[in-house]
């Protein structure tokens, strides 16, 4: 172990020290160079969601999957090996519903749903009651009509949409 323990040391900070010896003497002969990669904050064009129309069309898309899927749509608390997709894979199986308002942009988000009170045991493949399953969550921009007020006459009411963040169940895991 102690073996292991000073391999790792060496593999990783003494290359580092080397690198870090020569911008030194780069420094020393007075070179000067601009670093090549881009900061972590900057724009990425490849960026899936760069604006918001693309990240509510991606959404869409997901309800339509959802809307549109041959997959089983079974509500048992139990674990599928055989299906690609995670949640049914999970400790904590969950299944998607849709969420519904008509006055969010969008108005449809696939939002998770425990489908075990407990976890799955790996190896009895059964539902075990000593740990929990609980949903877990994130918050999603949307847009939220402002006008709509109870009793307020429609034709009165401009459509104006704020961004707001709306909290949604993503998925499902295991608690003790």
């Known amino acids: ?5 000073i ?11 080397k690198d870090q010896s ?5 420094r020393r002969r007075g070179l000067a160079r601009l670093p090549t990669a881009t900061p972590a904050l900057a724009w990425a064009p490849d960026d899936p ?5 693309d990240y509510e069309r991606s959404i869409q898309d997901m309800v339509r999957q959802l809307r549109n899927s041959s997959e089983p749509s079974d509500n048992k ?15 904590s199986p969950w ?5 519904h308002d008509a006055t969010r942009i969008p108005a449809d988000i696939p939002e998770a749903r425990c489908l075990c009170t407990g976890c799955i045991n790996p190896f009895t493949m059964q539902e075990d009651r ?7 969550y994130s918050r999603l921009p949307v847009r939220r009509l402002l006008c709509q007020v109870p009793g307020e006459v429609k034709k009165k009411c401009q459509k104006k949409y704020q ?6 169940a993503v998925g499902c895991t295991c608690i003790f």
Do not use: D, H
């Open 49 to 53: 969601y760069t604006t918001m129309a």
């Open 163 to 168: 961004m707001v963040m709306e909290t949604i």
């Open 130 to 136: 000593t740990m929990v399953s609980i949903p877990i």
């Open 95 to 99: 299944a998607y519903s849709i969420n």
């Open 7 to 17: 391999f790792t040391f060496a593999m990783v900070l003494v290359p580092e020290a």
């Open 22 to 26: 020569k911008a030194a003497k780069g």
């Open 1 to 5: 172990q102690l073996l292991l323990c």
């Open 77 to 91: 608390c139990q674990v599928n090996l055989r299906l690609w997709r995670s949640n049914r894979r999970s400790m």
